[in-house]
């Protein structure tokens, strides 16, 4: 039997773990404070469903274990500054940026960069939060400690956001699922529309894109990438060195879910092509009590993470797929009235992706 420790228990690390049951691959979701003598580590390929973690015993005793499956590659992703030289040096379109040194930079900045800057975290910070939209004259309201520790960006004029998410076997084979259209709100993501026909050309180029990336760093596992759509083509806007939140449609619409790519490539397990059949919505629960009457509804399936419930916090998502786009949109109106009001634009705007 095959075995798989996840470095971080959340609810990656929860749905990593229900993948493997069907294929005999007993998968440990592990916190970063865990006993080392109680962890079956030794025995076991490493995984993580963080980018970044603090050194503790356990993740001391990890990091010279060498079964940790792209260990070397998370600093350099978890950073955004090497992250974005990664992307400069491999000649992938991106926002121009620049890392933010000094105070005294901001004129230049924004000669160079425009009216717009988007400061970010080179470390930490996700779903909205490290993240500041400046222009000139409120640069002010940036913390001190941030000077040497962020990026900034050219704030890009998009008309969509798109995810691809892929894997990478040992071998070098590649294989990636259609495009993820994406809603953010608050720089969280609310809701994911996925077909099984991409736009080819935005396809060929994520494609193309996010496979000489993994090439570079001999990644091996599932890999997304989140990008702008502008008129000039796709520009990468993040990495995420692990399954991804506008990966998790494929759990019910994909032969083969993002979880279970991600353990047979690690595993050295077949990666055939995934088969996607129907479009999927996929809606985050960020925030939300669980309520069961969204189960009357035949196409939904609800995804619950068993977590305390907080304002801003994932607790569970909700997939719905099915070939017939009108029966699909019908059922996003009729949970509609089941779910709190913040969630009426998303469900407005998968409608108008369904059409």
């Known amino acids: 039997m095959k075995q798989v420790c996840v470095l971080g228990n959340g609810q990656l690390g929860r749905m990593l773990r229900q993948a493997g049951e069907p294929l005999g691959i007993a998968v440990w979701p592990v916190g970063l404070d865990a006993e080392p003598e109680a962890v079956p580590f030794q025995q076991s390929v490493i995984t993580a469903e963080i980018e970044r973690w603090p050194e503790t015993a356990l993740t001391r005793e990890l990091a010279r274990h060498k079964a940790f499956v792209n260990r070397d590659v998370f600093p350099v992703i978890a950073d955004r500054l090497t992250q974005k030289q990664l992307f400069d040096q491999l000649g992938l379109a991106t926002a121009p940026w620049q890392l933010l040194a000094d105070r005294e930079e901001w004129p230049a900045v924004f000669d160079r960069l425009g009216e717009l800057a988007i400061v970010k975290r080179r470390v930490g910070g996700y779903d909205g939060r490290g993240q500041w939209r400046l222009r000139t004259g409120e640069t002010d309201t940036l913390p001190q400690e941030c000077y040497g520790e962020c990026i900034v960006e050219q704030g890009i004029n998009f008309s969509g956001e798109v995810s691809l998410v892929g894997a990478r076997a040992a071998d070098g084979s590649t294989v990636f699922y259609p495009l993820t259209h994406n809603l953010h709100q608050e720089g969280i993501l609310r809701t994911s529309v996925a077909f099984p026909q991409a736009n080819a050309q935005q396809q060929a180029q994520a ?28 520009l990468i806007n993040e990495l995420a060195p692990r399954v ?33 059949n129907s479009p999927s919505v996929m809606i985050n629960l960020i925030g939300t009590d669980l309520n069961y009457d969204w189960l009357k509804l035949p196409l939904v399936h609800l995804h619950w993470y068993d977590k305390e419930v907080r304002p801003g916090r994932k607790v569970g998502h909700l997939n719905l797929n099915d070939c017939d786009t009108g029966r699909l949109s019908a059922t996003l109106e009729a949970i509609r009235p089941l779910l709190p009001a913040e969630y009426a634009s998303g469900i407005t705007w998968a409608q108008s992706l369904l059409g």
Do not use: D, K
């Open 207 to 234: 494609e193309s894109m996010l496979g000489a990336i993994m090439q570079a760093l001999n990644y091996v596992g599932v890999m997304a990438m989140e990008c702008f759509v502008t008129p000039a083509g796709l």
């Open 244 to 276: 991804h939140n506008s990966g998790h449609w494929t759990q019910n619409g994909a032969s083969i879910s993002q979880f279970e790519l991600h353990l047979r490539a690690i595993t050295g397990l077949p990666l055939p092509q995934p088969v996607v």
